[in-house]
């Protein structure tokens, strides 16, 4: 991501980069979006180097327990319900990958 942004890892990390208990995370805004996630276009300023728990959302297995959590998140994000339909194989795929 910093390479995309053009900025040493450092400088990247200071800007972006917050720590959360034992785990590094991407800044957000107040509102919980990531820091490059832009709302009015639905698009992200780092999505050909964002991170996997980027690209596996949002299928973990917190989305995908219940029809009702599916809901939840599908209401938090623009990206939900919306675009291609994924086959049921790429999702247990990605689900694997961020078992959150």
């Known amino acids: 991501m910093a390479a995309v942004l053009k900025l040493d890892v450092e400088e990247f990390k200071k800007r972006y980069v917050r720590q959360v208990g034992i785990r590094k995370s991407l800044a957000e805004f107040p509102n919980g979006d990531c820091i490059f996630f832009h709302r009015e276009s639905l698009t992200c300023q780092v999505y050909e180097a964002r991170p996997r728990q980027c690209w596996t959302w949002p299928f973990w297995n917190s989305n995908l327990s219940s029809p009702g959590a599916w809901e939840q ?6 990206g939900c319900n919306r675009g291609k339909l994924v086959v049921l194989e790429k999702i247990e ?8």
């Open 93 to 100: 795929e990605q689900r694997n990958i961020m078992p959150v």
């Open 73 to 78: 998140a599908a209401e938090r994000c623009p």
